[in-house]
């Protein structure tokens, strides 16, 4: 339960969320354009070249969707305790971070950016 004085986190976990979400939309978006130019075998993540190749990108979307959905409902459910909103911080955070860190190596792989 809540306090008086934690009427500031839904707020905050809101902005995180869509924060995390157009970070995340900027890692698919910049993907997309990135196996346009330069084929499957740019993607730095295995998983994702794997499930692209075999599936296309409808279904790399659909599966970052759904991850989107599963962080945001785990960071829901860790909010209603009394002592881990730390630990949602954390992974709404990590969930920011990732989406930035492969939006960003993307844009470098395609020469938008230059190499750090």
Known sequence: MSGP???WRMPVVV???LTMSAAQLFDLATFLTM???LGRGAEANPLVAVIFGAYGFP???IA???LLALVTAIGTILLKGQRT???T???LAAGIVIGLVGGISNMIAIGALPHL
């Open 5 to 7: 004085r934690d009427h």
């Open 15 to 17: 902005a995180a969320v």
């Open 35 to 37: 196996v346009h130019r």
């Open 59 to 61: 279904i790399v979307a």
């Open 64 to 66: 970052k969707v759904t």
């Open 85 to 87: 909103g730390w630990l």
């Open 89 to 91: 911080a954390g992974i």
